[in-house]
């Protein structure tokens, strides 16, 4: 079993940068691949980025790709994600999700989802 927990959403102005983590429960976190999904209002949720188990390797959506920068800690359970140059398009509810693929593109429906944090980009 996985719990995943967000932090570090908030309201900024376009062009600037916010920081997303997520902590992970349990002991086998290094098992799982990780990613960020994100649902604006309206809209389906959508894959944004992927790290695979031991960080070497990392996926985004063509949207995010040089503004976005995924990266994980397994000594400390964390997944994080550098957002810069938001844009007010970005704005949306982002989820953290856990899933034991041996790739870096999570499925739509990961083994574990976070509760989600709100970001707001204003023009």
């Known amino acids: 079993q996985v719990q995943l927990v967000e932090s570090g959403g908030g309201l900024v102005q376009a062009g600037g940068s916010l920081r997303l983590s997520c902590a992970a429960s349990?002991?086998?976190?290094?098992?799982?691949?990780m990613g960020w999904f994100r649902q604006a209002p309206g809209k389906e949720r959508e894959f944004v980025a992927g790290?695979?188990?031991?960080?070497?390797?990392?996926y985004y959506q063509d949207s995010v790709k040089g503004r976005f920068t995924i990266s994980r800690d397994n000594a400390k359970n964390t997944v994080n994600l550098q957002m810069n140059s938001l844009k007010p398009e970005d704005t949306a509810v982002y989820y953290c999700?856990?899933?034991?693929?041996?790739?870096?593109?999570?499925?739509?429906?990961?083994?574990?989802w976070g509760q989600g944090t709100q970001v707001t980009v204003s023009s």
């Open positions: 999700a856990a899933d034991r693929t041996v790739g870096v593109v999570l499925p739509g429906n990961p083994d574990y």
């Open positions: 349990g002991r086998t976190f290094s098992r799982y691949a």
């Open positions: 790290i695979n188990w031991n960080g070497g390797r990392t």
